[in-house]
């Protein structure tokens, strides 16, 4: 197969981190043809979505001393070529957050690619109703008690109830702006005018789950199937888990309550196309739906001697031929 994964500028991956270079060397080791791009070089060209592509060949990590290297050229690229992207049979839309406006651009532009031939992962449509975190408010019987508002007084009527809450922004990316708000913490008003913007932004604010000292797990979905998980765990003072601010990646295992939340979950993923998809759970809550670029498969082989990158690709070669629209 040939594959287009649309991602950042690819001298800013971290080979030894990044679930899309995981991916992309599985695709490679497996024989597909494997080409990147970037989101805002996409573009509508005689009503058909086109991009300057460039085939790439890695240089897989190795696992040396329990962490991953990369040689220093660990990839090369081929000159770009403007082409349709319907000539790939799978797109993976693979850009980091933010989900902005030229995000949201991005998947409009993608809905013209020719769903007969080729199939987008994750959908176009699927990503734009998939808020990471307001897409998870369907499933509030395995959620921490939320509320979601850019009313100060509703915020602090929250806090009021709860204690101590999680407050975060909707657009937000790992653990950036994640607050820790306490009743009768003198900064409360300062901390929720700067996240609201002064009460013109809504926040998600969610009951603060003291397991998240604990850690806070991600569980990797392929199709609304859990593939494997890993548990992301706080450092220092630090109270968010994200690995993004120095959470640190410990093996974890996949428990009943965690495939109770799966089950739930899975048939919304399948409905809107979120083929690959991370869960977060803290003490067995459901907390967020990542969609846009989900991590955590390097720690997650790394901590099982497992390959998951394959798995994504033999899935989908398996099940090309069903998911496309012919």
């Avoid at 300062?190 to 998240?212: K, W």
């Avoid at 959470?247 to 739930?264: K, M, N, Q, V, Y």
Wanted: proline share 5%; net charge negative.
């Amino acid at each position: 197969m040939k594959l287009a994964f649309i991602i950042d500028p690819i001298h800013l991956l971290d080979p030894g981190h990044d679930s899309s270079v995981a991916m992309m060397e599985a695709a490679q080791i497996l024989g597909h043809e494997v080409w990147i791009t970037e989101a805002r070089w996409l573009s509508v060209i005689n009503g058909e979505a086109h991009a300057p592509l460039q085939q790439v060949q890695l240089k897989p990590v190795e696992l040396i001393d329990g962490h991953w290297q990369a040689v220093e050229d660990w990839y090369e690229l081929s000159e770009s070529q403007l082409l349709p992207l319907s000539e790939m049979q799978a797109v993976f839309m693979r850009k980091d957050p933010p989900a902005n406006d030229a995000y949201l651009y991005a998947t409009y532009i993608l809905d013209y690619v020719d769903a007969a031939k080729t199939l987008v992962l994750n959908a176009p449509d699927g990503l734009r109703k998939a808020n990471e975190k307001m897409y998870a408010l369907q499933f509030q019987a395995v959620m921490p008690t939320t509320i979601v508002s850019g009313r100060k007084s509703d915020i602090l009527q929250f806090v009021e109830q709860q204690g101590r809450v999680v407050m975060k922004p909707l657009d937000g990316k790992g653990g950036e702006g994640i607050l820790f708000l306490e009743k009768g913490d003198r900064n409360l008003n300062s901390m929720i005018e700067l996240s609201t913007q002064r009460e013109s932004l809504p926040v998600m604010v969610q009951a603060y789950l003291p397991a998240a000292s604990d850690g806070d797990k991600r569980i990797i979905m392929l199709n609304g199937t859990p593939i494997g998980a890993v548990n992301r765990v706080p450092s220092g003072d630090e109270f968010r888990g994200n690995m993004a601010v120095g959470g640190r990646a410990d093996a974890t295992a996949i428990t009943d309550r965690d495939r109770e939340i799966c089950e739930l979950v899975a048939p919304a993923l399948r409905r809107d196309g979120l083929y690959f998809v991370g869960l977060d759970v803290i003490g067995g809550y459901l907390t967020e739906v990542n969609v846009t670029s989900p991590t955590g498969i390097r720690e997650i082989d790394r901590l099982n001697d497992v390959r998951l990158g394959e798995n994504v690709m033999t899935w989908l070669a398996e099940n090309h031929s069903k998911l496309v629209q012919g």
